[in-house]
């Protein structure tokens, strides 16, 4: 065994016991096909206000320009899908992966250990961590790992777990040994399309950020446009309709982090509740929840809009 293939052995068995659900590897290289289709999507204004979008253009689709002489990039996957869900089926609700403490530090966490394990396994070996709070292309990276197939609402899909779940990075510069894409599994289906209750899926594999409820209930930060009342199905911080339709989240299985456990309180309660939630409730039940970033003055216009 030759030590490329040694060292991607040893990777991805950590990557498995640290809980991570996959771990693909690709060549640092940059991504060819993906340049034209983010430039479409963003000239067409696709991304609203997300301004950050339009910036690092480059570094976005060159992993080497990040992490500078980087050769592999590590993708990994953790699984979210909660065992439980919000009790009140009349309640506003909140999108699966916001239900615990907030990923970006479980995931950040899961991948310094990573990165440790491969300088003492393997030596000075420099690298960073991405959990899409950088201009790294996530997805497409993942896709190129054969994690999964990006799929027509635009998230990763994967045959055997569904699409609940993270995705994070490890760059470095370490020659590693690569993993081939998979084939795309939507074939005719249109569930995500068809149920999509903005319409954002403008058409089959681009989803018009600028639509998404996702979108409005989290990045947008002025008031939610009233053509949009009575079309957000009851969501109020995200949304989960394209992936709870998707056929193949039937082979979705709970996950076994328990940071990832939401409070008890937050499952039990009811319509009400969330009617006349107050800073102090917002503030201890969302304590260390990605729910934060709406702050409760996002929150409570969420509400106000579902119920007028």
Not at 43 to 65: A, C, V
Not at 104 to 123: N, S, T
Not at 146 to 155: D, E, P, Q, R
Request: proline share 4%; aromatic share 12%.
């Amino acid at each position: 065994m030759g030590t490329k293939t040694k060292y991607t052995q040893r990777i991805k068995s950590e990557a498995r016991r640290l809980g991570f659900l996959s771990c693909g590897i690709s060549k640092a290289e940059f991504l060819e096909e993906e340049a034209p289709r983010l430039e479409k999507w963003l000239n067409q204004n696709m991304h609203g206000q997300m301004q950050y979008m339009e910036n690092h253009f480059d570094k976005r689709l060159d992993p080497t320009k990040l992490v500078e002489g980087s050769k592999s990039v590590i993708s990994l996957l953790l699984n979210y899908f909660p065992s439980e869900s919000q009790k009140d089926p009349e309640a506003p609700k909140i999108s699966k992966y916001a239900y615990g403490t907030d990923y970006h530090f479980v995931i950040k966490d899961k991948l310094k250990q990573l990165l440790h394990f491969i300088r003492e396994e393997i030596g000075e070996v420099h690298g960073r961590a991405f959990v899409d709070s950088a201009p790294v292309l996530d997805k497409a990276w993942a896709a190129k790992s054969g994690l999964g197939w990006i799929g027509k609402n635009s998230n990763l899909l994967t045959q055997q777990v569904g699409s609940y779940y993270f995705i994070a990075e490890l760059i470095v510069d370490l020659d590693l040994e690569y993993d081939t894409a998979v084939t795309d599994h939507c074939g005719t289906c249109t569930a995500c399309i068809d149920a999509c209750p903005t319409q954002a899926i403008v058409e089959p594999y681009v989803v018009d950020g600028s639509k998404c409820i996702s979108y409005f209930t989290i990045e947008l930060k002025e008031e939610i446009p009233a053509s949009y009342k009575g079309q957000f199905d009851n969501w109020m911080f995200g949304c989960d309709v394209c992936q709870d339709v998707c056929p193949w989240n039937r082979f979705s299985k709970s996950h076994n982090e328990p940071l990832f456990n939401p409070t008890p309180e937050l499952l039990e309660m009811t319509k009400k509740d969330w009617q006349e939630i107050t800073q102090e409730v917002f503030s201890a039940i969302f304590q260390k929840s990605a729910v934060k970033r709406t702050k409760f003055s996002g929150l409570h216009r969420n509400i106000r809009f579902l119920e007028d």
